[in-house]
């Protein structure tokens, strides 16, 4: 079965991926989010005529003669353009054979414990605090993330004083019996971090997020070496040679890659294998509600090392208004604090048409 056409369909924030076969069966996938028409013009020109005519089933060869081919363009973009052909593909294949991704994976459908993720920053800790608690009491989560810190703030914080109160007001007002984890994108030098990480220690708060630039190994693995809570990092992360050296010295207790910003599926599996071998469980990043979080779902359906929770992000229209009526129904219910894995084939969503209609289309085929 070769591939014979691809197609995109996007706007400013998400890009759809179809990929056709010369059998006529079709899947659906998705390049990253955020810049997505820019991803969207580097997929046609710089992995569809690399995979048009190749195996559409068997297609890990594929994505390495990708990268081969383009071993001039390493990095974020080629990857995310990548992710559109490889989970388009693993739909194709799954709608063909009847099967969940997560079961072409070895896994089973099924639910999954999420944690509610706060993106804000611009909040105050009792606003925060009263969100939280409604969502603990709304729809049974019993895990929550909120931030720290400013992004890549230089130890600088969103306004002053605001870690210094998040961090009690929110975790005391969730209270015992939940999970609480904090994230500070890049924002701190190791001496600060190590202070915050205190506090974070003092607070009952287990899972401390990103404390230094994610580009500092060294940085967050003093981090990690100093505090006995579970020090994670690894979103932004693409290539295997930072892994390689990430889990090589063991920066970071938990690994946290982006399926979206890894290239797809296959690359993904690749990481949680090397975190398996180094006996380090895999908390994915996957911060909005586009195919990402479904990506996500079944990953963690799947591998064996799967961290304790799904990250679920908890923002509206006010924050991610692109990422509405994007799938027909409700693929991203939460009952009880848990999310679901169907048994619907391929990754179990169906795309908006009327979405489809008033993105941008192109077309590579054969």
Not at 97 to 124: C, F, N
Not at 230 to 259: H, L, Y
Not at 333 to 345: F, H, N, Q, W, Y
Request: aromatic share 10%.
């Amino acid at each position: 079965m070769k591939i014979t056409k691809l197609e995109t369909f996007c706007n400013e924030f998400v890009g759809f991926v179809r990929a056709t076969a010369d059998t006529g069966h079709q899947g659906w996938g998705q390049v990253s989010t955020y810049n997505a028409d820019i991803t969207c013009e580097i997929f046609h020109r710089q992995v569809a005529r690399h995979a048009l005519g190749a195996e559409a089933l068997d297609f890990a060869d594929t994505l390495a003669i990708i990268s081969e081919r383009e071993h001039k363009y390493p990095g974020s973009y080629l990857r995310r353009a990548m992710t559109g052909l490889d989970t388009a593909l693993l739909d194709l294949r799954g709608k063909l054979e009847g099967k969940p991704v997560a079961v072409l994976l070895g896994g089973t459908p099924g639910k999954l414990r999420a944690y509610a993720s706060s993106m804000k920053r611009d909040i105050t800790p009792k606003d925060e605090a009263a969100r939280l608690c409604r969502l603990r009491d709304e729809k049974g989560f019993d895990a929550f993330k909120w931030r720290v810190g400013s992004e890549c703030g230089r130890d600088r914080d969103e306004w002053p004083g605001r870690t210094e109160e998040i961090v009690p007001t929110v975790s005391r007002a969730l209270g015992d019996g939940v999970a609480k984890l904090v994230d500070a994108n890049s924002c701190y030098t190791p001496k600060r971090a190590i202070e915050v990480g205190r506090l974070l220690e003092a607070e009952g708060i287990g899972h401390f997020e990103e404390p230094c630039p994610y580009w500092e190994f060294a940085w967050t693995k003093q981090v990690t070496d100093a505090l006995s809570i579970d020090v994670t990092g690894g979103e932004q992360d693409c290539e295997f040679t930072s892994w390689e050296t990430m889990i090589g010295m063991r920066a970071v207790d938990v690994v946290q890659p982006d399926v979206m910003y890894m290239g797809g599926m296959l690359r993904t599996l690749h990481v949680c294998r090397m975190a398996e071998k180094a006996g380090l469980p895999v908390t994915p990043h996957a911060a909005n509600l586009s195919l990402v979080t479904m990506c996500t779902m079944h990953l963690l359906r799947a591998i064996p090392n799967a961290g304790r929770y799904l990250e679920f992000s908890i923002e509206g229209e006010d924050y991610y208004p692109w990422q509405y009526d994007l799938f027909l129904g409700e693929p991203y219910r939460i009952e009880d604090g848990k999310a679901t894995v169907t048994d619907a084939p391929g990754w179990g969503v169906e795309i908006n048409p009327a979405w489809l209609e008033t993105a941008q289309y192109r077309v590579s085929a054969v």
